[in-house]
């Protein structure tokens, strides 16, 4: 059977050039970076260069580059790490309704810990207005979070414009851009970011391992205390294989940024594909030019996702409802609740996000499986029914 991996904003395969460079780490790179010795030196300076390639990705200096576990933790440790830093200026936080939980939980629980929270919302197509940022600022706002991409409907938020605001209010801005390296140009400079996260794995690197850009001068309280690693703000020897391996990663993202754009004829040969032979399906998210060249998600009205996904399985294509990690739940998407849709068409919906693997051919056997599958399951839905 044909498989077909269309889930690439939940993780991506490992580029074998990055498994290349990481296999030479395992077995021949032991030295830890900290150490004045040969070994030691050898280690540091291939930390560095994961660290000089990642810089290069985002316009900054390497100094401005934190590695940590992922991006769930350089979210963490931007968002209580900068609050904390800076808690004397004021206690309150701006956010949105559709950001990851690993930003959007982390300021719930500082919420309850004595933090004021505003959450902003988004309109129909998953974009915050920079005019609601504007009105929300308040004196004793000293953070502002919002991030590049959506995961769920690839949504692309106005980060410069939300940028610019901040940095003349005295604000700090961080950025949840793990969604966005690799797809979309960065420039921390150009875009006025202080803090900004990033992940190895959804960039064909490895899982457990991702950065926060932390421009010169801002200051974050630590989360974990030990040795001085990584400017004191994130101790612990390096993790040097998924160092490296991200490294790799930025650097092959850095040439394919163009590729990447491409995949948007594949992204809308599959939605029109879908549109034009499935009725009553709803686009979710901005229709293209505010969109992840990646990001397909449509409700397929009368149908459940979590069957949708099931069938699909069964054929060998691999796609997701909502994002990964509220599968499993029967919640539906705070993302597409925030932007308007009822809890009945927010259940219907199947996202597709392809990749640099991506194939004409892979597009054309969903395009192929999708609608008989739909056309079955509506058949026994007892929603279906009632409307025809
Ligand atoms: C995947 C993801 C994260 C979490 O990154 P991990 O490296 O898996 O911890 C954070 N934010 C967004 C937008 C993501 O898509």
Same mark, same amino acid.
């Given at each position: 059977?044909?498989?077909?991996?269309?889930?690439?904003?939940?993780?991506?395969?490992?580029?074998?050039?990055?498994?290349?460079?990481?296999?030479?780490?395992?077995?021949?790179?032991?030295?830890?970076?900290?150490?004045?010795?040969?070994?030691?030196?050898?280690?540091?300076?291939?930390?560095?260069?994961?660290?000089?390639?990642?810089?290069?990705?985002?316009?900054?200096?390497?100094?401005?580059?934190?590695?940590?576990?992922?991006?769930?933790?350089?979210?963490?440790?931007?968002?209580?790490?900068?609050?904390?830093?800076?808690? $004397?200026?004021?206690?309150?936080?701006?956010?949105?309704?559709?950001?990851?939980?690993?930003?959007?939980?982390?300021?719930?629980?500082?919420?309850?810990?004595?933090?004021?929270?505003?959450?902003?919302?988004?309109?129909?197509?998953?974009?915050?207005?920079?005019?609601?940022?504007?009105?929300?600022?308040?004196?004793?706002?000293?953070?502002?979070?919002?991030?590049?991409?959506?995961?769920?409907?690839?949504?692309?938020?106005?980060?410069?414009?939300?940028?610019?605001?901040?940095?003349?209010?005295?604000?700090?801005?961080?950025?949840?851009?793990?969604?966005?390296?690799?797809?979309?140009?960065?420039?921390?400079?150009?875009?006025?970011?202080?803090?900004?996260?990033?992940?190895?794995? $959804?960039?064909?690197?490895?899982?457990?391992?991702?950065?926060?850009?932390?421009? $010169?001068?801002?200051?974050?309280?630590?989360?974990?205390?030990?040795?001085?690693?990584?400017? $004191?703000?994130?101790?612990?020897?390096?993790?040097?294989?998924?160092?490296?391996?991200?490294?790799?990663?930025?650097?092959?993202?850095?040439?394919?940024?163009?590729?990447?754009?491409?995949?948007?004829?594949?992204?809308?040969?599959?939605?029109?594909?879908?549109?034009?032979?499935?009725?009553?399906?709803?686009?979710?998210?901005?229709?293209?030019?505010?969109?992840?060249?990646?990001?397909?998600?449509?409700?397929?009205?009368?149908?459940?996702?979590?069957?949708?996904?099931?069938?699909?399985?069964?054929?060998?294509?691999?796609?997701?409802?909502?994002?990964?990690?509220?599968?499993?739940?029967?919640?539906?998407?705070?993302?597409?609740?925030?932007?308007?849709?009822?809890?009945?068409?927010?259940?219907?919906?199947?996202?597709?996000?392809?990749?640099?693997?991506?194939?004409?051919?892979?597009?054309?056997?969903?395009?192929?499986?999708?609608?008989?599958?739909?056309?079955?399951?509506?058949?026994?839905?007892?929603?279906?029914?009632?409307?025809?």
């Amino acid at each position: 059977m044909r498989k077909v991996y269309l889930d690439n904003s939940a993780t991506t395969p490992v580029d074998p050039q990055v498994a290349e460079a990481m296999m030479a780490v395992l077995t021949g790179v032991y030295g830890n970076p900290s150490s004045v010795h040969e070994d030691g030196r050898q280690a540091r300076m291939a930390m560095e260069k994961a660290r000089w390639s990642l810089a290069g990705l985002i316009g900054a200096t390497p100094e401005e580059i934190v590695f940590t576990s992922g991006g769930t933790e350089a979210n963490n440790l931007a968002l209580q790490g900068a609050a904390k830093a800076r808690v $004397k200026k004021g206690r309150h936080l701006i956010t949105t309704a559709i950001e990851h939980h690993a930003v959007l939980d982390v300021m719930e629980c500082m919420e309850k810990n004595g933090y004021d929270l505003t959450v902003l919302p988004v309109n129909e197509e998953g974009i915050v207005a920079v005019e609601d940022v504007r009105g929300a600022i308040r004196p004793d706002t000293t953070l502002i979070s919002v991030m590049h991409a959506n995961n769920e409907v690839g949504s692309i938020q106005p980060i410069e414009a939300i940028g610019e605001l901040a940095r003349e209010r005295g604000i700090l801005f961080h950025v949840d851009a793990v969604q966005s390296l690799g797809k979309l140009p960065i420039s921390v400079i150009n875009m006025n970011i202080d803090m900004l996260s990033v992940s190895g794995h $959804k960039i064909y690197g490895p899982k457990g391992v991702g950065a926060l850009y932390l421009r $010169k001068g801002v200051r974050v309280v630590p989360m974990m205390f030990g040795g001085g690693q990584e400017r $004191k703000v994130r101790p612990g020897t390096e993790n040097m294989l998924g160092i490296v391996g991200f490294g790799e990663a930025c650097r092959l993202a850095g040439e394919g940024l163009q590729e990447f754009a491409a995949l948007a004829v594949l992204r809308d040969r599959l939605l029109d594909g879908i549109l034009a032979r499935i009725p009553d399906v709803k686009v979710n998210g901005p229709r293209r030019g505010s969109r992840l060249p990646n990001n397909v998600n449509v409700s397929i009205r009368f149908v459940e996702g979590e069957s949708l996904l099931l069938s699909l399985d069964m054929q060998g294509i691999a796609a997701s409802s909502g994002s990964a990690c509220t599968s499993g739940s029967l919640d539906p998407s705070h993302v597409l609740l925030a932007m308007g849709l009822t809890h009945e068409i927010a259940h219907g919906s199947l996202r597709f996000t392809l990749g640099k693997q991506t194939t004409q051919e892979d597009v054309d056997y969903v395009l192929e499986k999708l609608p008989p599958i739909v056309e079955r399951l509506r058949a026994m839905s007892p929603l279906f029914s009632e409307t025809v």
